[in-house]
């Protein structure tokens, strides 16, 4: 199979068993934007007291973070860990956000790609996890999210080399398939749930959908995997 063909022959398999999953969970763009930010470093159960924490005291919407001191802002999301940090990081969002887009994620979403993607990597605390997720999940732009599921599965199944990084994995993707934001939110929805669920530290292989690991731990790259961004 050519690399298009395993990567889908991936995908059908994991959607065969776990189905959309409809992925982010959030109301709205904004609070996409705010998770991406609050799950830097944390289980996703974690940013859902801190989202839960905001919503509870109307503090959810672009102006009414602005105008929330850092170490108020600390204290509601501190269920997230990290919280002084990511305070400083909401806050420096919300003023690019409101500075660029006067808070409007549909302004936001009209830019193109690349150009948006370089602002959002100007953002203090943004990198390119947090900035590719706010793309794909609240622009829903066609741009691949990688995480450590991602790399792991990817790595166990003897689809990239241990040296791969975050760019070259994504290029594997964006390289290889559609340009399809549904369905990069889907098969990234899939990868970290199969890695929950199965691909753990100890990888339960028997039941999970993608099988037994490769005899030869070794990882190899596939062929025409590439490097560098696609868009670029």
Known sequence: MGVSE???HLYDRMNARFGDLHWWPADGPFEVMVGAILTQNTAWTNVEKA???LKQRRLLTPLALSRTDEAT???IIRPSGYYNVKAKRLNAFVRFFLAEYGGS???MSAGEILPLREKLLG???VGPETADSILLFACRKPVFVSDAYTRRIL???RLIPADADYHRIQNLFM???PPDAALFNQFHALLVQTGKTFCRKTPQCAPCPLGTLP???GAVPLAGDGGGRPWS
Do not use: C, F, S, T
């Open 123 to 125: 953002v203090p605390g």
């Open 175 to 177: 390289a290889n398939l």
């Open 73 to 75: 802002l600390a204290g």
């Open 155 to 157: 790595l166990r199944h």
């Open 215 to 217: 005899k030869d731990e």
């Open 105 to 107: 994620a549909e302004a």
């Open 6 to 8: 395993d990567l889908l």
């Open 51 to 53: 989202i839960a924490a």
